[in-house]
């Protein structure tokens, strides 16, 4: 929902903080830098608006100038965050160590993730042989519906609530999917359901295979998973079944508030 629509449903709605944040999330890997023209094109705002906003983000730390003040980069400070979020949250610090131990079993990559509607969001990643700088950042995203570790999430949700996020995931993307692709993916989460987790080679990195398996809630329900991406030239089907998802599923249990 944009900041505009939103604000004229709810009155306690600040916009002018709703589109700070909209200029904050405009940055990516790929976008490291971006100048007030980038920012009026991909937002719409009015160049006065971007020159208000970037300058107070300026003034507290979270933007820089960069080339003669014509592009703004974000400082260390937007680190505060993610700091503040992760040592202050109860599961996260609950499954460090026993993601820790996980990755000295099975000696391949694993992470946490946990659902923001209707993406994953990588909170704790811990490096395996093959990892790169990439995969071992918290903080990355993918659509629930593309990623082993969503799946595992998904698969445990009520019908109604897993339509709502597919047609959130299909707004978002911006094109429909057929039928058939809706069907296989039911069957995929039904599969996932009666298993109790999840073996996907095709949302995993080339050379990889993913195995996720909920964290269930104490009242049950389930927004958060454990992912292992494992080297698939290692790790057949057997050695799957009898080493990794056993060790897995003892690891969920022990993340379980």
């Known amino acids: 929902m944009t900041a505009k629509s939103e604000n004229q449903t709810n009155p306690l709605f600040i916009e002018s903080l709703a589109r700070s944040f909209q200029v904050l ?4 890997g790929d976008r490291s830098a971006i100048s007030m023209s980038e920012i009026r094109n991909m937002t719409g705002l009015t160049f006065q608006t971007i020159h208000r906003i970037t300058n107070t983000l300026i003034h ?33 610090k609950l499954a460090w160590p026993v993601l820790v131990e996980l990755r000295e079993r099975t000696h391949q990559r694993v992470s946490f993730c ?14 395996g042989a093959e990892s790169d700088f990439q995969t071992s950042l918290v903080g990355g995203r993918q ?42 993916l039911a069957s ?30 104490p009242d049950g329900s389930v927004s958060n998973s454990i992912v292992v991406s494992a080297l698939l030239q290692t790790h057949p089907e057997d050695v799957i079944h009898r080493d990794i998802i056993p060790a897995m599923q003892i690891a969920a249990r022990g993340c379980t508030l």
């Open 25 to 28: 999330e405009l940055f990516s």
């Open 60 to 92: 507290l730390g979270y933007l820089q100038r960069q080339s003669q003040g014509k592009t703004f980069r974000l400082t260390v400070k937007t680190l505060d965050l993610q700091h503040r979020f992760l040592s202050s949250n109860r599961l996260t």
């Open 114 to 127: 946990g659902l923001d509607s209707p993406d994953i969001i990588y909170l704790l990643r811990l490096k």
């Open 188 to 217: 995929e989460l039904a599969q996932t359901k009666k298993l109790g987790y999840c073996v996907s080679q095709t949302h995993a990195l080339a050379g990889e295979i993913d195995i996720a398996v909920p964290v269930p809630s």
């Open 143 to 184: 659509p629930a519906f593309l990623s082993a570790g969503g799946l595992a999430i998904l698969a445990f949700m009520p019908q109604d609530r897993q339509l709502e996020m597919l047609e959130r995931h299909i707004g978002e993307q911006g094109q429909d999917i057929t039928s058939a692709d809706r069907d296989a």
